[in-house]
């Protein structure tokens, strides 16, 4: 499918993702980008961990659940036109549509982005770099960093390889990112009692995220992270 498709983007370059109509370098046309709008999550929302909620909580139970004790933002859920689009952008190589999705994040988050010293990234396990050619969540972070004006750090590497997360449950997962991350050493004096903002492709579980967030505070000394993904699983 991915060859056709990357022959279908020699040929016709511009072409919207969705109704083909051709449209400029971001892949998606005006119309069709109206209609990935309509996706985004709208309050009432977690004022911690940005789940939609009834009325507006500082703390959901997901919340509680999961411990989550970090600030959690997403742009839209994980269905529809927008997991379409981080398919395409993740799987299909169209890395144009990373500016689309930046744009529509600092649209809706620019505040919560610019209060923070440094813009992070989950790393790519060496399959997935394998699979795909690049870490879909740095080019994201490079993204926002310089849509901001902050500082890209790259904070963290895998200690080990882990189990592929989707045929796992969530216990499962937990288990697998036990002390999976580790701090590279250049950056922990830098680190220090900064605020971070930590970004990932997909929120599925916060086990990745709760355990990146762990080993930041714990090796790094950093005093407040933030983090944002494109989408999340509700």
């Known amino acids: 499918m991915f060859v056709l498709e990357s022959l279908l983007d020699l040929l016709f370059p511009n072409q919207?993702?969705?109704?083909?109509?051709?449209t400029d370098s971001l892949l998606i046309c005006s119309s069709c980008s109206k209609r990935v709008e309509q996706e985004i999550f709208v309050p009432p929302l977690c004022q911690n961990c940005g789940k939609p909620a009834y009325y507006e909580v500082k703390k959901c139970i997901f919340c509680f659940q999961q411990k989550i004790t970090f600030e959690i933002r997403s742009?839209?859920?994980?269905?529809?036109?927008?997991?379409e689009i981080l398919?395409?952008?993740?799987?299909g190589r169209k890395k144009k549509l990373a500016d689309f999705l930046i744009r529509l994040?600092?649209?809706?988050?620019?505040?919560?982005f610019r209060e923070v010293d440094f813009v992070t990234f989950i790393p790519a396990t060496r399959r997935c770099l394998k699979e795909r050619g690049f870490n879909p969540a740095e080019m994201l972070a490079k993204l926002i960093a310089k849509e901001v004006e902050l500082p890209l750090v790259d904070t963290l590497f895998y200690r080990r390889e882990p189990v592929e997360q989707k045929s796992l449950g969530f216990k499962e997962r937990k288990e697998n990112l036990r002390d999976v991350f580790s701090l590279k050493p250049e950056v922990h004096n830098r680190l220090s009692g900064s605020k971070l903002l930590l970004v990932d492709d997909v929120l599925?579980?916060?086990?990745?995220?709760?355990?990146?967030?762990?080993?930041?505070?714990?090796?790094?000394?950093?005093?407040?992270i933030r983090a944002f993904t494109i989408a999340r699983q509700l």
């Open 75 to 83: 742009l839209a859920p994980y269905t529809g036109m927008m997991k």
């Open 87 to 91: 398919v395409h952008y993740k799987l």
């Open 204 to 224: 599925t579980t916060g086990t990745t995220l709760k355990e990146a967030c762990r080993v930041l505070k714990k090796e790094g000394k950093v005093k407040r």
């Open 16 to 22: 919207c993702l969705f109704c083909h109509s051709f």
């Open 105 to 112: 994040s600092v649209k809706n988050y620019l505040g919560y």
